[in-house]
T-cell receptor
Framework: GQSLEQPSEVTAVEGAIVQINCTYQ??????LSWYQQHDGGAPTFLSY????GLEETGRFSSFLSRSDSYGYLLLQELQMKDSASYFC???????????FGAGTQVVVTP | EAGVAQSPRYKIIEKRQSVAFWCNPI?????LYWYQQILGQGPKLLIQ????????DSQLPKDRFSAERLKGVDSTLKIQPAKLEDSAVYLC????????????????????FGEGSRLTVL
């Protein structure tokens, strides 16, 4: 079957670093994306990795290892506004079909 | 640039009634998706359109759900009759692809989501 596994919740203090891991097992793989969703809001795109390695965008970085079917999102210098759910998602075909994980709720405390 | 527009934002109906959701994607985006997000879960793809053709509807419960995208722009998702387990947020998303389906911009991972339509079935 197809699955994406990520932790359900992570708690950290302001200024800390958080790493959200994602392991996947899908029928096809074109790339790994990360999305952020605040309560009641729309998912918003954060990053996309099609090749192995690290992609950095400001305070957020994303990593992919295709051989390990594994990736992670790194949140640095955590701020209160980073409290949200974070979803990893795999593009499973050339048409851009996106399969999402169940999400990781990040709680940032003062 | 205007984002993905959805309506209504909220809808409460009783089981066995019908409901319809509307989506207007970002101008020029040929690919349109409908996702169902149950509370505490990740979005689940219901149907994907490329222009006005269906690319994937393998997870759409076709006995009660239907969707169309006339003229390759706006889309409507309908549920008839609704069940209690249909209570969820219905998210519409679009992405930028050329008419043959090849991705533009940041590749195949970037979807633009609307705010969603929250359905409660009593």
């Amino acid at each position: 079957g197809q699955s994406l596994e990520q932790p359900s919740e992570v708690t950290a203090v302001e200024g800390a670093i958080v790493q959200i891991n994602c392991t996947y097992q899908t029928s096809g793989f074109y790339g790994l994306s990360w999305y952020q969703q605040h309560d009641g809001g729309a998912p918003t795109f954060l990053s996309y990795n099609a090749l192995d390695g690290l992609e950095e965008t400001g305070r957020f970085s994303s990593f992919l290892s295709r051989s390990d079917s594994y990736g992670y999102l790194l949140l640095q210098e955590l701020q209160m506004k980073d409290s949200a759910s974070y979803f990893c998602a795999v593009t499973t075909d050339s048409w851009g079909k996106l399969q999402f994980g169940a999400g990781t709720q990040v709680v940032v405390t003062p | 640039e205007a984002g993905v527009a959805q309506s209504p934002r909220y809808k409460i109906i009783e089981k066995r009634q019908s409901v319809a959701f509307w989506c207007n994607p970002i101008s020029g985006h040929a690919t349109l998706y409908w996702y169902q997000q149950i509370l505490g879960q990740g979005p689940k793809l219901l149907i994907q359109f490329q222009n006005n053709g269906v690319v994937d509807d393998s997870q759409l419960p076709k006995d009660r759900f239907s969707a169309e995208r006339l003229k390759g722009v706006d889309s409507t998702l309908k549920i008839q009759p609704a069940k209690l387990e249909d209570s969820a947020v219905y998210l519409c998303a679009s992405s930028s692809r050329d008419p043959s389906g090849r991705p533009r911009g940041k590749g195949t991972g970037e979807l633009f989501f609307g705010e969603g339509s929250r359905l409660t079935v009593l």
